[in-house]
């Protein structure tokens, strides 16, 4: 499992046409709830006859934010900023384009990814740290329809998390385009419904966990709703069944739902007290099993160090409840 606090730190990804012309406004002004990363979309929120106005609007963006940051000494919380591209292409375009203001891109989503263009993302982040001197993270969005039937589904998540496992430090998180998939059926879940009671989406969700949730930070899908009636408590609960499933983070695109996806990243007091035992297990017991800190579960050290683990870099960085 991934063991470095950077992996687990995207948290809430809000998503946001890359020809916004206020997002870097809010951005300096601190419009948003904290922690949470933003990602500037060219793919399916821009129209196919101006994608090339919103990289000129997404250059001025992040021009325009560099600026603030040099002036003010970054007195405002800055996101890790990702770009949706639509194809390799525009990778070493727009980092050519940037200027200086590339130094504020974390890295980069790959949207449909699939065995056709995998190698060619992968190269691309491999050339840019080459040309730039700095590394910059790929996260591929599993969304793609040739991932839907079962009877090449395993063989695709497994060759792709070949190619992904050669470049496997540039891989930031996976992400999961959940509406893409429900798409594909005609599905659209309600608020007080959570897409893990989905079945046929459910299982492509679990078999994404079997395959890279061992190695990789797996994100929960988006979640698309922000107002009505219970459209908060329909993403708490989904939130819920995200982390019992393992998925860490969660595509957002409200500002309203990034409290909600920070406060289910924390971690309990109780879970962090036990996890500070088992990482620093009592060398003077005698077995590797011992009750809880609370005295109500049973804590292994061989069988719980990975849940531990993982605990304690979520506390780090989203904080105790």
């Known amino acids: 499992m991934k063991d470095a606090k950077i992996y687990y730190s995207v948290g809430a990804l809000l998503y946001c046409p890359a020809n916004h012309e206020r997002i870097a406004d809010a951005v300096i002004s601190g419009k948003f709830e904290t922690p949470y990363s933003l990602a500037l979309c060219l793919e399916d929120t821009i129209r196919d006859d101006r994608v090339r106005d919103a990289e000129c609007a997404l250059i001025r963006s992040l021009a325009k934010i560099q600026r603030e940051q040099e002036q003010t000494g970054a007195s405002f919380y800055m996101p890790k900023i990702f770009i949706r591209v639509r194809h390799t292409a525009q990778i070493p375009d727009l980092l050519g384009r940037l200027g200086n203001a590339r130094e504020l891109v974390c890295g980069f989503i790959a949207p449909k990814f699939s065995m056709e263009n995998a190698d060619a993302y992968i190269e691309a982040v491999r ?36 190619k992904l496992d050669t470049a496997a430090p540039y891989i930031l998180n996976i992400r999961v385009g959940g509406n893409d998939l429900c798409h594909a059926f ?25 395959v890279y949730g ?79 800190v609370q005295k109500e579960r049973m804590n292994e050290y061989k069988t719980h160090r990975n849940w531990a683990l993982k605990t304690m870099l979520l506390a780090e960085i989203y904080g105790v409840k």
């Open 186 to 210: 005609g599905f659209r879940r309600r608020a007080a419904e959570s897409i893990h009671e989905i079945r046929p989406i459910a299982a492509i969700l679990s078999d994404l966990m079997t």
């Open 127 to 162: 050339n840019a740290e080459a040309a730039y001197g700095r590394r910059f993270y790929l996260m591929p969005i599993f969304e793609h329809p040739s991932i839907i039937p079962l009877c090449g589904r395993y063989e695709i998540l497994y060759g792709l998390k070949e």
């Open 214 to 292: 061992m190695d990789y930070v797996v994100s929960g899908p988006v979640w698309e709703y922000y107002n009505g009636q219970d459209w908060d408590a329909g993403l708490i609960r989904e939130l819920k069944d995200d982390r019992l499933c393992g998925f860490v983070g969660k595509t957002v695109i409200h500002p309203r739902q990034i409290a909600l996806v920070n406060d289910a990243c924390k971690a309990s007091k109780k879970d962090l007290e036990d996890a500070d035992a088992i990482l620093n297990w009592n060398k003077s017991l005698k077995s590797l099993v011992s009750g809880s």
